[in-house]
């Protein structure tokens, strides 16, 4: 069964880093783009940055200078870096997958496949 796990959040401090990943079991992710997107409380869900299958990035501004996406298909996984934390980062973050030929920065909706997110606490 086709499913995509996160993993990697948890408690920091600003200023502070952490590495998300997010691993695909059931299909190869190389042919996908890959959007990691965040919930905070009481707000919609937004992208933050995606992947296409030939590693092409899109960042949103927010996180632009802060977060850097990857990707190692060898390992089909997908890794969100972020440094710099802010308090305003924290959320619930997701990974999706949908196939490339869509390009890579592509309406939630058309996603196929969606993680059951990791939590980020950025706390002063």
């Known amino acids: 069964q086709e499913h995509l796990v996160e993993s990697g959040g948890g408690l920091v401090q600003p200023g502070g880093s952490l590495t998300l990943s997010c691993v695909a079991s059931?299909?190869?992710?190389?042919?996908?783009?890959i959007g990691w997107f965040r919930q905070a409380p009481g707000k919609e869900r937004e992208g933050v940055s995606y992947i296409g299958p030939n590693g092409d990035v899109t960042i949103v501004e927010s996180v632009l200078g802060r977060f850097r996406i990857s990707r190692d298909n060898a390992k089909n996984t997908v890794y969100l870096q972020m440094n710099r934390l802010k308090p305003e980062d924290t959320a619930v973050y997701y990974c999706?997958?949908?196939?490339?030929?869509?390009?890579?920065?592509?309406?939630?909706?058309?996603?196929?496949?969606w993680g059951r997110g990791t939590r980020v606490t950025v706390y002063s």
């Open positions: 059931g299909f190869d992710l190389d042919r996908y783009s």
């Open positions: 999706a997958a949908v196939p490339g030929i869509y390009g890579i920065k592509v309406a939630p909706v058309m996603y196929d496949y």
